[in-house]
């Protein structure tokens, strides 16, 4: 059991779920899970780092924030715990996605839609997973679409479900990344 003291509210994970606010939350009410990290340095000397997760949980109209900030070369509890709700939710949340695959033929993220056939619209731009080079920055998931010398970079926030999105391209593309 892991227990971690918010501003709002004493958050404890549990084996099926968690508490928040005195209230029960079984895991398969996670929805999405977003998380950020940060590294504090000061003339190339580390410093701190930050972690901040939100977990939005159905019949919430707001996500639960944990967030700590530890020396380097520590795990906080919201580290430990963000790697057991990533686990512990990690079904229910790629559901929501593939059940959109299924019915609609292409599933949202971050406002792009990721076609079966590997077609990716996002506004007025479409491009192929298949004729594109795909990389990972920090947080972000970049599309360089080829087109002559120079070509358009497509950078997708992972902040939310990045462990989803990456198993989704696998899924549907064959696309992994080391």
């Known amino acids: 059991m892991i227990s971690i003291w918010t501003l709002t509210g004493r958050f404890i994970l549990l084996d099926d779920g968690f508490e928040y606010k005195n209230i029960f939350y079984p895991f ?8 950020y990290a940060q590294k504090t340095s000061l003339n190339f000397i580390p410093l701190e780092n930050h972690l901040k997760i939100k977990l939005y949980v159905n019949e919430r109209n707001w996500p639960i924030t944990l967030g700590s900030t530890v020396l380097p070369g520590f795990r906080s509890k919201v580290d430990k715990a963000y790697e057991i709700l990533a686990n512990e939710t990690f079904k229910y949340r790629i559901s929501h996605y593939l059940y959109e695959l299924d019915n609609n033929g292409y599933f949202y993220y971050q406002n792009y839609r990721f076609y079966k056939n590997g077609d990716v619209t996002y506004r007025d731009t479409t491009f192929s997973v298949h004729d594109v080079d795909i990389w990972l920055e920090t947080f972000k998931l ?34 992994t990344f080391s």
């Open 142 to 175: 970049v599309f360089k679409i080829k087109k002559g010398i120079f070509g358009k970079k497509i950078r997708v926030s992972t902040l939310i479900d990045q462990d989803v999105i990456l198993a989704l391209l696998d899924h549907c593309y064959g696309i």
């Open 28 to 35: 398969s009410k996670v929805v999405h899970i977003h998380r």
